[in-house]
């Protein structure tokens, strides 16, 4: 199994466009909205989310480009964790396909028909399936874990029970290889650590370093409390992500601990911050875009 890391930012990228913070001025490697491609033989490919920079991330990554045909492309379907604009308005670059079977929760399928439609303007397009995840992805095998009940924005009057925010296991029989997904984390949730039990590569939530990161990186300012409410657990802290890495770890874990969707204030971003080496040194891996993971 091939894992394709297309983007590796939190909504609007890094640098953001309307930013003039520090780390977006400093230089640090550029990094495109969070999107992966994942397939069984490197024929056939499946994006899990679909990110406004799909088309930027495509032509970026020879694997997934057209040919041989003139209309042949390896694209198979999409797989959405969540129905958050930076993980589905991709969907819209991608009307050109012909068609493609599109998998996720009920709850983000009801969210793309009817708070934002996309599904009724891309229906126009012709050949696209609306389906609930948890289908095999071909010869993949895909678990679905509900993590959240985070509405997006444009869905926040929704009545429609969630889950809203899943993560996913996807496994190749062929080869035995196991990768989680999760870039949405509002807590560890239930059952994740079991969820991610026997994994070659777990890529997790990693848009914010600490739990007040934003108070201190806006001019505004940002509650830690709204900070929460965001959706996303931090990395660092009694509560983070990287205490969970560090006990699986000690416990025999050999699985590549990587973070992605890194938002803007995130200190990772820089390879020279400190924040980055307490991640490195404690077993995590920051990949940037285009990396490659094979299990």
């Not at 992805?137 to 444009?154: F, I, N």
């Not at 990772?268 to 995590?284: F, K, N, Q, T």
Request: glycine share 12%.
């Amino acid at each position: 199994m091939r894992v394709l890391l297309l983007g590796t930012a939190a909504g609007g990228g890094f640098p953001q466009w309307n930013c003039a913070c520090a780390l977006c001025k400093s230089g640090a490697a550029p990094r495109t909205q969070d999107c992966v491609a994942v397939s069984a033989d490197g024929v056939g490919w499946y994006l899990i989310n679909a990110s406004p920079d799909i088309r930027a991330q495509i032509l970026a990554n020879p694997a997934l480009h057209a040919g041989p045909g003139p209309r042949e492309i390896p694209i198979r379907g999409v797989l959405l964790t969540d129905a958050e604009l930076d993980h589905s308005l991709g969907l819209l670059m991608l009307r050109e396909a012909g068609g493609l079977p599109v998998w996720a929760p009920p709850a983000v399928l009801h969210a793309l028909r009817d708070h934002f439609p996309v599904r009724d303007v891309i229906d126009g397009y012709g050949g696209w399936e609306w389906l609930p995840a948890g289908s095999p992805l071909g010869s993949l095998r895909v678990s679905v874990l509900p993590v959240s009940d985070k509405h997006p924005k444009y869905a926040r009057s929704s009545t429609v029970e969630g889950p809203w925010v899943a993560a996913y296991r996807i496994e190749d029989p062929a080869t035995g290889g196991v990768f989680v997904y999760a870039p949405c984390l509002k807590t560890w949730p239930d059952g994740f650590d079991e969820f991610v039990a026997g994994a070659g590569l777990v890529l997790l939530d990693g848009t914010f370093y600490s739990p007040g990161e934003m108070s201190g990186a806006t001019a505004s300012g940002v509650s830690d409390d709204a900070q929460h409410v965001m959706g996303h657990i931090p990395i660092a802290g009694e509560h983070g992500s990287l205490r969970r890495i560090a006990a699986h770890r000690e416990a025999g874990s050999t699985a590549h601990w990587a973070y992605t969707h890194l938002n803007n204030t995130n200190p990772v971003l820089d390879p020279g911050a400190p924040e980055y080496s307490a991640v490195r040194l404690a077993g995590a891996e920051l990949p940037l875009d285009g990396t490659e993971y094979k299990l």
